[in-house]
């Protein structure tokens, strides 16, 4: 993953975290659009990717959850990190991955505008 990225998680408020996760596991679930057969890939190759993706979705999504509940036992970012890049070596899937958090990021800007407009005044 990016530097500037890593270095831009830090520094994620919660809600920024809530929205980056969320639009994670958006951009994963893209990525995973490209590991099809359909997309050119071997049947192996496309369920390895495939099963990689999936496992890191939920990582995400196991982050989210714990960010969002009071069982509060939300991962470290290094331990987030360390997951997701296992995962992403494991599928043969690293720069989709890169470019999935990098979107994320790209993205918190827009969804942060969005939700602001749609809560309740």
Not at 76 to 97: M, N, Q, R, V, Y
Not at 99 to 115: F, N, P
Request: hydrophobic share 40%; glycine share 4%; charged share 30%.
């Amino acid at each position: 993953m990016r530097e500037t990225d890593l270095a831009a998680l830090d520094n994620l408020t919660r809600e920024e975290r809530v929205i980056f996760l969320g639009r994670l596991a958006f951009e994963l679930g893209i990525a995973g659009r490209n590991s099809y057969v359909e997309a050119g890939r071997s049947e192996q190759e496309s369920v390895k990717r495939l099963h990689a993706i999936n496992e890191m979705i939920l990582v995400v999504a196991s982050q989210l959850i714990a960010l969002l509940t009071t069982r509060r036992n939300e991962r470290s970012k290094e331990s987030f990190l360390a997951s997701l890049e296992h995962w992403a070596s494991h599928g043969g899937c690293e720069p989709e991955t890169a470019a999935a958090v990098s979107q994320a990021l790209r993205k918190i800007d827009d969804s942060r505008d969005e939700l602001s407009k749609a809560r309740p005044r």
